[in-house]
């Protein structure tokens, strides 16, 4: 009977839907009423023959049309909210199981601390799965001798770890995280002595473990090379213990480093990818692949048990490209001022663009293959993110290069995709490359309504106007939607600030420097990168973070920008403030002093940054200075536009 039982189940969240198209009815219709007032005032404009007011007129237009078509491409996503539960009791027994490969990738062992990448092996090993039909490879793209000592070691422990989380099934295999937890063990067995014995003597065997890579760290120089022969090993001990399938007891293991040349394109974690899939051909050659990153461990064994929940169901399997777990985060605070905890979600692995994930899964769905994104209630994997301001940026950066990559290629989701999948696919998919010009809008609406402000040039309706309704509704119903969000993810009003800060923070660094690393390409003066985030944590960052207190310690490049257009909204509202209280026209101004009163606000940080902290991770004085002498520059090219 068992069998006939449903693997998985897929449900409709039909309260979220009926929200979501709501707001997509009624935005919609308030958008259309927007443009008919921006077209007919712009008709007044070129009528009357008053050309100069085109200036600033134009590009508003322009940066609410780039707004509204991002939204509109973020309504697919958006249209059939469904939710997955996955019934990993329900597969089929063990030796019904297909077999997998586990990928993990690891790049530069001075960002990625050599301890971090051993304890996401280890979990992968003690995955609740047949030992003989699972196969861990590591591929080290550093070349690093430390790292493959470290791996020799972390397959000592693991044949001790491994059986122990099997035999008291440990709901956490990453042993950092269990030591760090109170987890006794499961019920009925947590006052065993036998059980109390067992964990003191593996915590032991972890602590010996910790310090063996230590000291391997210690004796080794490590760096991170570009030029380095192949090495394929797999580990094992002299005796060839672990070998033999039918007796192993623990999964294969198997380290990789990949032959690096500099002269050679290596098309970084793709590549590396790609060579694993070579190299586990010739060894295990599983129908499944697992990848992870050296900065992810299994926070729950059954996840691969529960991605064949899909991968087994008959309806599903034959088009089934990939299960997808959402990237969550083991290092994030309740404050998150960074918003690194991105909601909002993102097999021969495709070079061309350093957001490899995101396009082969999108020219996976090109070739008709389908996915699932499975988002159990117990994590599968959990990830770091970076915790610096600076860190963040940088990320956000090379994923930014990476989707302009994409889309300026013919691989265009609007183009490619439109021609190979369905409508809502590709607009799912067009969203996150399409969404980098965010900035264009950003740099606009950070300027131009706060010079005319200074300068006395109306922009937006008056609030006498029947289309000030329309504006108004337009920003309330944006913002309460993502609150509804927000909310509706179980998180704070908090996370709303934060997310709404971050996004144009990136928006206003991150997605135009990209934009111009893109272009430099193109031109061919710039190389495609990609900087692996620094996972090593600095104990003044940890500090800052754990406060909830931004660490402005950004490249000046970052900050420049962000304090120049805060020091220019603040100036432009209390000018434009003084004026509206001089000649008493509330009416006429009241959007655009809105404007810069809500920027001031939300990135009150930046203020304090600048003006009230004290501490290193302040804006330094040079970057405050310049930005100062920027935004003078600004207010008084309209002040002196104003006067005459
Ligand atoms: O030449 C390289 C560069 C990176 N990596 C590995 O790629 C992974 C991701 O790098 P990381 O520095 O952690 O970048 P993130 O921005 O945190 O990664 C996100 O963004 C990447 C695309 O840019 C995706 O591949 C990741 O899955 C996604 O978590 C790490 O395991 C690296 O070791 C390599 O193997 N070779
Ligand atoms: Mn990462």
Redesign the pocket.
Known sequence: MESSLPLSHCHVKKTELVINRLHTFLHGIALLALFYYRLTSLTDIIKNKNTSLLLPHVPILISELILSFIWLLSQASKWRPVARKAYPERVPGDEKLPSIDVF?????PT??PCLK?MNTVISAMALDYPPDKLHVYL?D?GGSVATLQAIKQAWKFSRLWVPFCRKYKVKMACPEAYFLTDESGPDGKFHSTEFRAEKKEIKKSYMEFKDSVTKIIADTSIYMSRDHPPIIEVIDDANGDGMDSDKRKIPLLVYVAREKRPSHP????????NVLLRVSAMISNSPYIL??????YCNDPSSARQAMCFHLDPELSPKLGFVQFP?KFYNINETDINDGKQRAV?VGFRYFS?????FTGFILHCKGWISVYFDPSTPGFL????ISLGEILV?QT??SV?FYQVALSRFSPLIYGLLRTSTSQSMCYAEFPYSQIYFLSLYVLAVIPQLCLIIGISLYPKVSSPFFVVFSFVFLSSQLKHVQEVFSAGHSIRTWSNEQRMWMMKSLTSYLFAALEVVMEKLGLAKAR??????VVDDEQAKLYQMGVYDFRAPALFMVPLCSLYILNVASFIIGFGRIMQTQKWGEMFIQAFIPFFATILHFPLLEGMVLRKDKGRVSPSVSLLSAVISTIFVSFAALVNYY
């Not at 290596?266 to 990818?273: M, Q, T, Y």
């Not at 990609?530 to 996972?535: A, G, M």
């Open positions: 993990i990738c690891t790049a530069d960002k990625e990448v591929s793209d290596h098309h970084f974690k793709a590549g590396a990818l990848v992870l990153d050296c900065d992810m990237q993102w350093v957001v490899e994930d995101y990830g770091a993110t970076p990320q090379r994923w990476g990609f900087l692996p985030t620094n996972k």
